[in-house]
């Protein structure tokens, strides 16, 4: 069988085993991060839209689990932000019901998690991993190029909210680009609010942009600022 949906067994998020199941047409996203890796975004939106049936893609996922050798876990992403498709709540939900021995795990840009109805869906994932380059606007702003209706407070709101709820495993990352996010203040600040969000891990990433990488001076002050904080944090600088 073809498949339109399903990209094959991969490793993320610590986990191994992950079937890689992508449902939004490329590129759809409310930022345009520096590094994305998907290339530019095309399609910015902030409406959640359901861009394939649900039932199409849940069955490409039945079929390979049923023909395949072992699954583990199910990532459920788009060419962009996955909270953008509205069919996310209902696919985790057959996916679980279903397959109740596989994990189900996505990652976002949070922006979407201010909100109720989105709470509720991701709640169905067992390893979420948000991605948070920065708690202060302007930092953000330079880094993410985000669409003008994303407020960064209401993220960091809608995470801090979530977090309380979330029976999952909960993993962050901020990639650091430099003269873009990388300012004492936003390390700070990244720190504060992560000490109330308590994650289950961190992880630091230094990002190469127009061939200029971070001061030994900043990756230094990560080092020593990020060294005892009361939960795991793994650097890449
Ligand atoms: S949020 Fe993710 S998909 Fe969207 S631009 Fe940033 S890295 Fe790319």
């Not at 057959?94 to 949070?110: H, M, Q």
């Not at 948070?132 to 606007?137: I, P, Q, R």
């Not at 700070?188 to 969000?197: A, C, M, N, Q, T």
Request: hydrophobic share 35%; charged share 25%; net charge neutral.
């Amino acid at each position: 069988m073809e498949y339109k949906f399903i990209k094959g067994i991969i490793n993320a998020l610590g986990c191994q085993n992950v079937l890689k199941v992508d449902f939004s047409p490329k590129k759809t996203c409310n930022f345009d991060c520096i590094y994305c890796i998907v290339g530019r975004t095309t399609k910015w939106t902030m409406k959640r839209t359901e861009f394939y049936p649900v039932e199409e893609v849940f069955s490409e996922i039945s079929n390979y689990i049923d023909h395949n050798g072992t699954v583990e876990y199910v990532l459920l992403t788009g060419s962009g932000e996955p909270a953008l498709y509205s069919g996310f709540g209902e696919l985790s939900e057959k996916i679980r019901i279903n397959f109740p021995n596989i994990g189900i795990i996505a990652y976002t840009n949070g922006t979407l998690l201010n909100r109720k109805d989105v709470q509720k869906e991701f709640a169905n994932c067992n390893v979420l991993g948000c991605n948070l380059n920065s708690v202060y606007d302007e930092e953000f702003k330079r880094i993410c190029r985000p669409l003008k209706d994303v407020r960064l407070q209401d993220t960091l709101n809608g995470l801090k909210e979530f977090s309380k709820h979330f029976k999952g495993i909960l993993k962050f990352d901020t990639k650091f680009v430099k003269d873009l996010n990388d300012t004492e203040r936003n390390v700070l600040g990244l720190i504060d609010y992560l000490k109330e969000v308590q994650p289950n891990n961190y992880t630091v990433i230094s990002k190469k942009y127009k061939g200029q990488e971070l001061t030994e001076e900043f990756t230094s002050f990560i080092t020593e600022t990020m060294k005892d904080l009361p939960f795991p944090v793994e650097l890449y600088l």
